[in-house]
């Protein structure tokens, strides 16, 4: 009797301590298990972050890139003002130059008159370009020359050709037109204001040199007009 009263508080020990040390696993597993799924969120919030600073990186480039094209497109709109103000400018001033009393042809006199149709896609034409829609205003220029070669509004319509491509920076087709109206139109209104962008149109080229000649060629040859004081401003405006 007294060893099996021994016995058994050796048993129960046992098996209290397999429960202890079954408890411990089960916490230990637990734990690990938790920490797995702190990992797992650890890692989801750093996918986070990084998405976020890439997007705020891409944010930051596309603003940078919106700020330069916003500096280059003000820089295009103020050399198209200047280039508008110059145009008006010399133009008044040719208008104004020229004489009052200006003695009406003869009845006999051949001369193309200008028709209604005529008129209407002159100024269907010069309406786009005065709406700044250049590449369309060209086109109803050019399909008008091809039209009409014979219209007295032919220089006009050259002219205003010329400053299409002048106010879209293709300054070599500009001065081809502008070549036309020297050319061709000696006698006409436009003939010196389409000298003066013709020079204008060298000097955006690049073609300083040739640039310098025209402008002296208006200076030296056409003292007092609009064109020749227009032509000496940009002579200073290079040092000359």
Known sequence: ???????????????????????????????????????????????????????????????????????????DLQESLRQVQDTTRVLNNRLNSQPRNTPKPAADAPAAAVSAEDERAFNAAVLDYNRGNYPLA????????????QSQKRPDALFFLGLCHYNQRTFDKAQQAFDRIIRDHAASPQFLPAKLKRAQCLLKQGLKPAAVKAFRELVDGFAGSAEARTAQQELSDLGL
Do not use: H
Not at 7 to 35: F, N, Y
């Open 138 to 149: 060209a086109e109803g220029l050019e399909l008008f020359l091809k039209t009409y070669p």
């Open 1 to 75: 009797m007294p060893a099996r009263r021994l016995l058994l508080p050796a048993t129960v020990a046992t098996a209290a301590l397999l429960l202890v040390g079954c408890g411990s696993e089960d916490q230990l597993r637990r734990v690990e298990q938790e920490v797995g799924d702190l990992k797992l969120e650890v890692f989801k919030l750093r996918q986070t972050v990084e998405e976020g600073n890439k997007r705020a990186q891409a944010d930051q480039q596309a603003a940078a890139e919106a700020r330069n094209q916003d500096r280059r497109f003000q820089a």
